[in-house]
C-alpha cells in the first residue's frame, strides 16, 4: 500500500456539491445586464455560391441590435494546422454544407431573433453536392475546396518497409473491408456561448471547452487583437467527449455581435443545432489486408481507410492518423503500411470522438478472430500472441515504457470467465473480447506543456492555478486531490482557479487524454516546489534539515519524530515575517518528438506513455427480432496508477455506454442529400438506464508509469475504444456469423442470421 | 399576445409572475425567476434534464406550460435540500460519484426523489426503469443507480456508502 494520503482514495468529486443542488453555473445559465440574444442564419444547402446577402429588412427589425455577416469578419481562416486552413466562420463565396454559417444576428429576445433570420435574405446558387466520401474522389470539377485535388483533404502514409516482403513470407492471409456510418457526441448540455467586450475592450467569453488556451488563440487571430485581450473564463461544461476542443464559428460570431452592439450576447444552440453545428465523428471505410505466421502472430499488415471528413478539415491530419495509432500501440506488427485518407464532402464536419474509428477498431479485431478460427488458436491466446509489451517500440518508432495489457488481459478473461464459456455457450448467447490502447498527448509544440502558480494565504490555505479544464471528467478533483497531498493540506484547504485565460498558463487542454499527465504533473511540481519553501522556514523552528520533514493534516512535522510538529499557517506567517516568498510554480513538457509531423514525418515519440485496455462483454440475441441484451460486460484498464477509484470506475462505466451500447448496437446517422435526419434524441438512439447491462466489472491495473504523476497514465479511453470491439466480438459470436457493418443494429444481425440459415 | 400575471407555488413559496399563454414551465423558471437548475438538453421531452415535480409527480418543465402549473405545488432541484443540509438523495449522489459533468443530475434527481418517495427500498430494475426518461451521457448510469437504491437504506458492502453515525 502507497504511503499517500489523498491520493489513490475514494474521494468524492469537490465539484458534486453544487451540482446537485443545481448552483452550479453552466453557460447557457449566464445572465449578464443588457445582455441580447444570438441567433445564426444556417445555409439550406449542401453546396451552393452565396451571389448576394440582403440584410437591410433584418437590421430595420424593432429589437434587431446588429446584423453581421462574412464583410464584418476580418477574413481570417481556420484551421488547426497551417495547412489545413480552410474554414471561414462566417461564409462569404460559398457555402459547403446544410448548416454552414452565414450571418448572425443579435436582437433583444429570442422571437425577434428568429424573426430577423427570416428577414436576412440570401441568394445562392446551387452547385452538384457530393456526399459519399469515394465519388467525392473521384471527382475531379466542382471541388469542394479549390486548392484541394479529388476532395482529398489529408492523406497520411506510414510505411514501415518490408510489408510486402513478409506477406510473401506468411503462412495465412486475410483482406476484409470494414464500414461505419457517422456518430455524435450528444452532450448533455447543448453548445452555448456568452461574450461580452469589457471597459478595456478585451472580449470575455464564456462555453464549453475542452481547453481555454484552445480557445484563446483562434479568437486572438480572429479578431487580431493580442491574446492577453482574450479572456476564456471558467463554466461548468456538460461534457465534451472530443468534440469541443477546437474553436467553434459560434465563438467568433458571438463575439462579433458583442463586438457590433457592445453588449453582451448569448447564443444558445438547439439540440438539432448542436448535432449539425459542432462536430461529429467520422464515417470509414476500412480495409485490412493481414498476413500471420504458422502460430498466428502478425508479420504483415496493409490498412487503407477513407474517411468521410465533411466540409471543414477540422483536427483532419490527427483525425486520420488516431485510429490507426491506437491499433499499432495495442499490437505489434512485424511490418505494417498504412494509407488514411480524409476526404471532403458536403455534409457536416467531423473532428475526434470518444471511440475514434469504431469501425477500423472493430474491423481489426473481428479480423484477428477470424484469422484465429482458421488457426484454430482462441481468440485470448490470439491477442496474447500479438499484444504490446513493456519496453517495446511501436511501428512508428514510440518507446512503450510502462504496459501491462497482457494483465488487463487475463485480469478480465479471469473475472469474465471467458475460457469456461467460449465455445461451450447456448446458441445465441456469445462472448467477445477486445483490445485496444490510446495516447497520453500528442506533440503540440508550444502548447504541449502545462505550468502551474500556487499562492498561500495567510489563512494557511492554498489557492492553485492551472489551465486544466474540467468536462465533467473530475479533472478539478484531480488537480486539488495532488496539491492537497503534496502540501500536506485537505482538500477543502485549496482553491482552483482553472481554466481561465486570463489567470492561467498556456496548458493543452483536455485534448487527447492529457489532462492528468501533462496538468495533474504541473501542479505536482508547483506544490512541491513550494513545500520546498515551507520547509526551509519549517527546518529552522524544529532545528532539522529540510529532508527530514514531511507534511500531512496541515501539519509540517519531523518523519522520524512525528509528534514534534508546526502548523502550516504558522509557517506561513513566520516565512512572510521573514521576507521569504510562499508562492511557486511548476511546469510539466513531455519528452515527445518534435520532429514528429500528422503528414510530413509520422515517426517518433508520441507521447510519453499509453493506457492498455480489455473490454469483454457477454450477450444473448433474440433471432427473431435481432434485439441484443448485454448480460455483462467486464472492463480492465492499464491506468499506470489510479488517483482515484470512485472517478476511474465512472471513466470506465460511462466508456462501456459510450463505446459499447451505444456504439456498437444504436447509434448512427442517416442522411438524405445531406440533410442529417435524426439529429435529436427523439430520433438518435442512446442508451438509457435500462439499457445497460446489470453488471459492470471494473478492473483497475497499475502498471505505474515512471513518468507520469504518482505513476497515474489515463482512466478510460481505452475501455471505450475496446467497449465497441468486445460489444461487436459478442454479437458476431453470439450469432455465428462475423460482422463487417457497424453499429450492430438489429436488422443487421436478422440479415446475417437469414443469410447464415439460407447456407 | 398579451402577458398575464400568475402566482405559482415553487419550492413552498407564491410567486408571482407575468408570463405569455405559450410560455413554458422551464422558460419561467429559468428566466423569469432565474431557477437555472432545471436544464434544457432536448426541448423536446425526451432527456429528462428539465424534471420538476408537479403535486410530488415528475414532469418534463419543457413540456409543460406555465398557466397550467397554477395551483400545484412545483418542486425543483432547488428545493431538494434543506437550506445547506442536503438530502440523503443529493448526499447518495455525492458519496457514490454519480455526478460527472452534473448537466442530466437535477433531472435524475428529481425522477428519482419522485420515486423514492414512493417506493423508499426499490430494487435495482425499478430504479433504472424510473430513470429511463433521464439520459446521461457521461456515466453508463452504474453509479446513479446504486446511488438511488442506497439513498438513506445505506449497505454494508458498499465501500460508499457512509453509515449513519
Same mark, same amino acid.
Given at each position: 500500500?502507497?504511503d499517500y494520503?489523498?491520493i489513490g482514495?475514494?474521494?468524492p468529486?469537490?465539484?458534486?456539491?453544487?451540482?446537485?443542488m443545481g448552483k452550479?453555473?453552466f453557460?447557457a445559465d449566464l445572465?449578464?445586464?443588457?445582455m441580447?440574444?444570438?441567433k445564426?442564419?444556417?445555409s439550406?444547402?449542401?453546396?451552393?455560391?452565396?451571389?448576394n446577402?440582403?440584410t437591410s429588412k433584418? &437590421?430595420?427589425l424593432?429589437?434587431?441590435?446588429?446584423v453581421?455577416?462574412?464583410?464584418?469578419? &476580418?477574413?481570417v481562416?481556420?484551421?488547426?494546422?497551417a495547412y489545413t486552413?480552410?474554414?471561414q466562420?462566417i461564409q462569404?463565396?460559398?457555402?459547403?454544407?446544410?448548416?454552414?454559417e452565414?450571418?448572425?444576428?443579435?436582437a433583444?429576445?429570442k422571437e425577434?431573433?428568429?424573426?430577423a433570420?427570416?428577414l436576412?435574405e440570401v441568394?445562392y &446558387?446551387?452547385?452538384?453536392?457530393?456526399?459519399?466520401?469515394m465519388?467525392?474522389?473521384?471527382?475531379e470539377?466542382d471541388?469542394?475546396h479549390e486548392?484541394?485535388?479529388?476532395n482529398?483533404?489529408i492523406?497520411v502514409?506510414?510505411d514501415t518497409?518490408?510489408?510486402?516482403?513478409n506477406f510473401?513470407k506468411?503462412?495465412?492471409?486475410?483482406e476484409?473491408?470494414?464500414v461505419?456510418?457517422?456518430?455524435?457526441?450528444?452532450q448533455?448540455e447543448?453548445y452555448?456561448?456568452?461574450a461580452r467586450?469589457?471597459h478595456?475592450?478585451c472580449l470575455?467569453v464564456?462555453m464549453?471547452?475542452?481547453?481555454?488556451?484552445?480557445k484563446?488563440?483562434p479568437?486572438?487571430n480572429?479578431?487580431?487583437?493580442?491574446?492577453h485581450?482574450?479572456?476564456?473564463?471558467?463554466?461548468?461544461?456538460?461534457?465534451?467527449?472530443?468534440?469541443?476542443?477546437?474553436?467553434?464559428?459560434?465563438?467568433?460570431i458571438?463575439?462579433?455581435?458583442a463586438?457590433k452592439?457592445k453588449?453582451p450576447?448569448?447564443i444558445q444552440?438547439?439540440?438539432?443545432?448542436n448535432t449539425?453545428?459542432?462536430?461529429q465523428g467520422?464515417?470509414?471505410?476500412?480495409?485490412h489486408?493481414?498476413?500471420?505466421?504458422?502460430?498466428?502472430?502478425?508479420l504483415?499488415?496493409e490498412t487503407?481507410c477513407?474517411m468521410?471528413g465533411?466540409?471543414?478539415s477540422s483536427?483532419g491530419?490527427i483525425a486520420?492518423?488516431?485510429p490507426?495509432l491506437s491499433?499499432?500501440?495495442?499490437?505489434?506488427?512485424e511490418?505494417v503500411?498504412?494509407n488514411?485518407?480524409?476526404?471532403?464532402?458536403?455534409?457536416?464536419i467531423?473532428g475526434?470522438?470518444?471511440?475514434?474509428?469504431?469501425?477500423?477498431?472493430c474491423g481489426?479485431?473481428t479480423?484477428?478472430d477470424?484469422i484465429?478460427?482458421h488457426?484454430?488458436?482462441d481468440?485470448?491466446?490470439?491477442?496474447?500472441?500479438?499484444?504490446r509489451?513493456?519496453?517495446?517500440?511501436t511501428?512508428?518508432k514510440s518507446?512503450?515504457?510502462s504496459c501491462?495489457m497482457?494483465?488487463t488481459?487475463?485480469?478480465?478473461v479471469?473475472?469474465?470467465?471467458?475460457?469456461?464459456?467460449w465455445?461451450?455457450?447456448?446458441p445465441y448467447h456469445?462472448?467477445?473480447?477486445?483490445?485496444?490502447?490510446v495516447?497520453?498527448?500528442f506533440?503540440?509544440?508550444?502548447?504541449g506543456?502545462s505550468?502551474?502558480?500556487?499562492k498561500?494565504n495567510?489563512?494557511?490555505e492554498?489557492?492553485?492555478?492551472?489551465g486544466?479544464v474540467?468536462?465533467g471528467q473530475?479533472?478539478d478533483?484531480?488537480?486539488?486531490?495532488?496539491?492537497?497531498e &503534496?502540501l500536506?493540506l485537505?482538500?477543502?484547504?485549496?482553491h482552483?482557479?482553472?481554466?481561465?485565460?486570463?489567470?492561467?498558463s498556456?496548458d493543452?487542454?483536455?485534448y487527447?487524454?492529457?489532462?492528468?499527465?501533462?496538468?495533474?504533473?504541473?501542479v505536482?511540481?508547483a506544490?512541491?516546489?513550494?513545500?520546498?519553501?515551507?520547509?526551509?522556514v519549517a527546518?529552522k523552528v524544529?532545528k532539522?534539515?529540510p529532508d527530514k520533514l514531511a507534511?500531512?493534516?496541515?501539519l509540517?512535522?519531523?518523519?522520524?519524530?512525528?509528534?514534534?510538529?508546526?502548523p502550516i499557517?504558522?509557517?506561513?506567517r513566520?516565512s512572510?515575517?521573514?521576507f521569504?516568498?510562499?508562492?511557486a510554480?511548476?511546469g510539466?513538457w513531455p519528452?515527445v518528438d518534435?520532429?514528429?509531423?500528422?503528414?510530413k514525418?509520422?515517426y517518433?515519440q508520441m507521447?510519453e506513455?499509453?493506457?492498455?485496455?480489455?473490454?469483454i462483454?457477454?450477450v444473448?440475441?433474440d433471432p427473431?427480432?435481432?434485439?441484443?441484451?448485454v448480460?455483462?460486460a467486464t472492463?480492465a484498464q492499464d491506468?499506470?496508477?489510479?488517483?482515484?477509484?470512485l472517478?476511474l470506475?465512472g471513466?470506465?462505466?460511462g466508456?462501456i455506454a459510450?463505446g459499447g451500447?451505444g456504439?456498437?448496437?444504436?447509434e448512427y446517422h442517416?442522411?438524405?442529400?445531406g440533410?442529417c435526419?435524426n439529429?435529436?434524441?427523439?430520433?438518435?438512439?442512446l442508451p438509457?438506464a435500462?439499457?445497460m447491462?446489470?453488471?459492470?466489472n471494473?478492473i483497475?491495473?497499475e502498471?505505474v508509469?515512471?513518468?507520469?504523476?504518482?505513476?497515474?497514465?489515463?482512466?478510460?479511453?481505452?475501455?471505450?475504444?475496446s467497449a465497441a470491439?468486445?460489444?461487436s466480438a459478442a454479437?458476431?459470436n453470439a450469432?455465428?456469423?462475423?460482422m463487417?457493418s457497424f453499429p450492430?443494429?438489429p436488422?443487421?444481425?436478422l440479415?446475417?442470421?437469414?443469410k447464415?440459415n439460407?447456407? | 399576445?398579451?402577458k398575464?400575471?400568475?402566482?405559482?407555488?415553487?419550492?413552498?413559496?407564491p410567486?408571482?409572475?407575468r408570463v405569455?399563454p405559450n410560455d413554458?414551465l422551464l422558460?419561467?423558471?429559468?428566466?423569469?425567476?432565474?431557477l437555472t437548475?432545471?436544464?434544457?438538453s432536448c426541448?423536446?421531452?425526451?432527456c429528462?434534464?428539465?424534471?420538476v415535480?408537479?403535486?410530488?409527480?415528475?414532469?418534463r418543465?419543457?413540456l409543460?406550460?406555465?398557466m397550467?402549473?397554477t %395551483?400545484?405545488?412545483i418542486?425543483t432541484?432547488?428545493?431538494?435540500?434543506?437550506g445547506?443540509?442536503?438530502?440523503?438523495?443529493q448526499q447518495?449522489?455525492?458519496d457514490? %460519484?454519480a455526478v460527472?459533468?452534473?448537466f442530466?443530475?437535477?433531472g435524475m434527481l428529481?425522477?428519482?426523489d419522485a420515486?423514492?418517495?414512493e417506493?423508499p427500498?426499490?430494487?435495482?430494475k425499478?430504479v433504472?426503469?424510473a430513470l429511463?426518461g433521464?439520459i446521461?451521457?457521461?456515466? %453508463?448510469?452504474a453509479k446513479?443507480v446504486?446511488?438511488?437504491g442506497h439513498?438513506g437504506?445505506p449497505?454494508d458492502?458498499c465501500?460508499?456508502?457512509?453509515?449513519k453515525?
Open positions: 500500500m502507497s494520503t489523498i482514495k475514494r474521494m468529486r469537490v465539484d458534486s456539491r453544487a451540482k446537485v452550479a453555473k453557460t445572465k449578464l445586464p443588457g441580447l440574444v444570438g445564426i442564419k444556417r439550406p444547402y449542401a453546396h451552393a455560391r452565396i451571389l446577402i440582403d433584418a &437590421e430595420a424593432p429589437g434587431v441590435k446588429a453581421v455577416t462574412g464583410k464584418d469578419t &476580418e477574413g481562416k481556420w484551421g488547426v494546422f486552413r480552410d474554414q466562420f462569404i463565396e460559398k457555402v459547403r454544407y446544410i448548416g454552414d452565414v450571418a448572425g444576428v443579435a433583444v429576445d425577434t431573433a428568429l424573426k433570420l427570416d436576412i441568394t &446558387e446551387e452547385l452538384p453536392a457530393v456526399f459519399d466520401p465519388e467525392a474522389m473521384a471527382s470539377t471541388l469542394i486548392d484541394f485535388p479529388n482529398i483533404n492523406h502514409n506510414i518497409g518490408n510489408v510486402d516482403e510473401a506468411a503462412h495465412y492471409i486475410r476484409d473491408t470494414y461505419a456510418p457517422e456518430e455524435s457526441y450528444f448533455a447543448p452555448a456561448v456568452v467586450f469589457d478595456e475592450d470575455e464564456w464549453p471547452n475542452g481547453g481555454p488556451h484552445m484563446s488563440k479568437l486572438s480572429a479578431f487580431k487583437i493580442p491574446l485581450k482574450v479572456k476564456v473564463r471558467k463554466i461548468a461544461i456538460g461534457g465534451a467527449f472530443g468534440g469541443r476542443s477546437e474553436i467553434c464559428p459560434v465563438d467568433y458571438c463575439a462579433l455581435l463586438k452592439t453588449r450576447v448569448r444552440f438547439t439540440r438539432e443545432e449539425i453545428g459542432t462536430r467520422h464515417a470509414m471505410i476500412t480495409t489486408k493481414t498476413g500471420v505466421d504458422k502460430k498466428g502472430r502478425v504483415a499488415r487503407t477513407y468521410d465533411g466540409a471543414y483536427t491530419p486520420t492518423s488516431v490507426f491499433m499499432e500501440q495495442a499490437y505489434r506488427m511490418s503500411r498504412y488514411g485518407y480524409r476526404i471532403y464532402t458536403n455534409k457536416p467531423r475526434m470522438i470518444r471511440t475514434h474509428g469504431r469501425g477500423f477498431a481489426l479485431d479480423q484477428l477470424m484465429a478460427d488457426l484454430g488458436i481468440p485470448v491466446e490470439m491477442r496474447l500472441r500479438n499484444s509489451q513493456p519496453g517495446e517500440y511501428s512508428t518507446y512503450v515504457d501491462a497482457d494483465e488481459i487475463h485480469k478480465a479471469e473475472k469474465s470467465g471467458f475460457k469456461k464459456k465455445g461451450k455457450l447456448p456469445g462472448i467477445g473480447i477486445g483490445t485496444n490502447s495516447q497520453t498527448g506533440p503540440m509544440g508550444i502548447r506543456g505550468q502551474s502558480f500556487i498561500f495567510e489563512d494557511g492554498a489557492t492553485v492555478m492551472s486544466v474540467d468536462n473530475g479533472n478533483n484531480m488537480l486539488i486531490q495532488i496539491a492537497a &503534496e500536506g485537505l482538500p477543502e484547504d485549496i482552483l482557479v482553472s481554466a481561465d485565460t486570463e489567470t492561467t498556456s493543452p487542454g483536455s487527447s487524454q492529457v489532462s492528468t499527465f501533462v496538468g495533474g504533473h504541473a505536482k511540481i506544490a512541491q516546489n513550494c513545500r520546498e519553501k515551507l520547509f526551509k527546518s524544529l532539522v534539515e507534511a500531512k493534516n496541515r509540517i512535522f519531523i518523519k522520524d519524530d512525528p509528534e514534534k510538529s508546526i499557517r504558522k509557517v506561513v513566520i512572510l515575517l521573514n521569504n516568498s510562499v508562492n510554480e511548476g510539466y519528452r518534435m520532429k514528429r509531423e500528422w503528414v514525418n509520422p517518433g507521447c506513455a499509453f493506457s492498455f485496455g480489455t473490454t462483454v457477454e444473448k440475441v427473431d427480432t435481432g434485439q441484443v441484451k448480460l455483462e472492463a491506468v499506470g496508477y489510479a488517483l482515484n477509484p472517478v470506475e471513466q470506465f462505466e466508456s459510450m451500447q456504439g456498437m448496437l444504436t442517416e442522411w438524405k442529400d440533410r435526419i439529429p435529436t434524441m427523439l430520433d438518435y438512439k438509457l435500462c439499457d447491462p446489470p453488471k459492470i471494473n483497475i491495473v502498471s508509469d515512471p513518468k507520469g504523476p504518482y505513476g497515474a497514465k489515463e482512466a478510460g479511453m481505452s475501455i471505450a475504444m470491439q468486445g460489444y454479437v458476431s450469432i455465428g456469423v462475423y463487417d450492430l443494429t436488422d443487421k444481425i440479415a446475417a442470421i437469414k447464415k439460407h447456407k | 399576445m398579451e398575464i400575471e400568475i402566482t405559482l407555488n415553487i419550492n413552498d413559496k410567486c408571482e409572475v405569455f413554458t422558460e419561467v423558471l429559468r428566466d423569469e425567476l432565474d437548475g432545471s436544464k434544457e426541448g423536446e421531452g425526451v429528462g434534464s428539465c424534471t415535480h408537479m403535486d410530488e409527480k415528475p414532469v418543465a419543457c409543460t406550460l406555465a397550467e402549473a %395551483g400545484t405545488r418542486k432541484v432547488e428545493g431538494l435540500a434543506n445547506d443540509d442536503l438530502s440523503d438523495l447518495s449522489f455525492i457514490h %460519484g460527472q459533468c452534473g442530466c443530475t437535477p428529481m425522477s428519482a420515486l423514492l418517495n417506493n427500498k426499490p430494487d435495482e425499478t433504472r426503469m429511463a433521464n446521461c451521457r457521461c456515466t %453508463g448510469y446513479i446504486e446511488a438511488v439513498a437504506n449497505q458492502h465501500p460508499d456508502c457512509k453509515t453515525e
